[in-house]
């Protein structure tokens, strides 16, 4: 089965640094890979994906993901945070000759200091 | 646009009880999935569903039923409710099942088991 593994728990970063959020995924088949954000007592919402092409990847609040297949991993980037950005991150790994499946990470719990 | 919708948004049982937690959306999707979300965990896939009429079993089926009569409603049962259900459900939904397709999530339905 496909396992994704997000390092760090928790990222504590102030404000206007810059960050990176860590994922690694384990599929030796091609992959569909998502980035998730969830704010408190909410749902998940897509912050970007990654289904072919180039492997820098935009997303929506100023987030970036670069796909390395190389060592399997989609790490999620943002060059200056805001307070906003305080919130659940979650990676997700869809194989793309199932694709039914997704396979969700442990999550990543970044806090933003002022 | 109501997207997808989860009913109820919190919900006390105790050992034993039977309830169903109910999921609609709006967006015409054939594929919808159920997922638990417990501490240090992540999210779990409990059900999914590619179409009306078609079911299948997720990472962690046990102790849970679904059924899909129409495209737009995916409830999710629990016969006999234990301890160990204890979590946040999340539906999610998306256009197809597979090919990278983003999924839609509701907003969660937070589950106390005594």
């Known amino acids: 089965a496909q396992s994704v593994t997000q390092l760090d728990s928790q990222v504590p970063v102030f404000e206007e640094a810059p960050v990176e959020l860590r994922c690694n995924y384990s599929?030796?088949?091609?992959?569909?890979l998502f980035w998730y954000v969830q704010y408190p007592n909410q749902g998940l919402q897509l912050l970007l994906k990654y289904l072919s092409g180039s492997t820098l990847v935009k997303g929506i609040n100023g987030f970036e993901a670069e796909f390395n297949k190389s060592q399997t991993s989609f790490h999620l980037r943002k060059p200056s945070v805001h307070i906003s950005d305080t919130a659940e991150y979650f990676c997700a790994v869809s194989e793309s000759n199932t694709g039914n499946q997704f396979y969700f990470g442990t999550g990543t719990s970044l806090t933003v200091i002022p | 646009n109501a997207g997808v919708t989860q009913t109820p948004k919190f919900q006390v049982l105790k050992t034993g009880q039977s309830m169903t937690l109910q999921c609609a959306q709006d967006m015409n999707h054939e594929y919808m999935s159920w997922y638990r979300q417990d501490p240090g965990m992540g999210l779990r896939l409990i059900h999914y569903s590619v179409g009306a009429g078609i079911t299948d079993q997720g990472e962690v089926p046990n102790g849970y039923n679904v059924s899909r009569s129409t495209t737009e409603d995916f409830p999710l049962r629990l016969l006999s409710a234990a301890p160990s259900q204890t979590s946040v459900y999340f539906c999610?939904?998306?256009?197809?099942?597979?090919?990278?397709?983003?999924?839609?999530f509701g907003d969660g339905t937070r589950l106390s088991i005594l």
């Open positions: 999610a939904s998306s256009r197809t099942g597979g090919v990278g397709q983003p999924q839609h």
């Open positions: 599929s030796s088949v091609s992959v569909y």
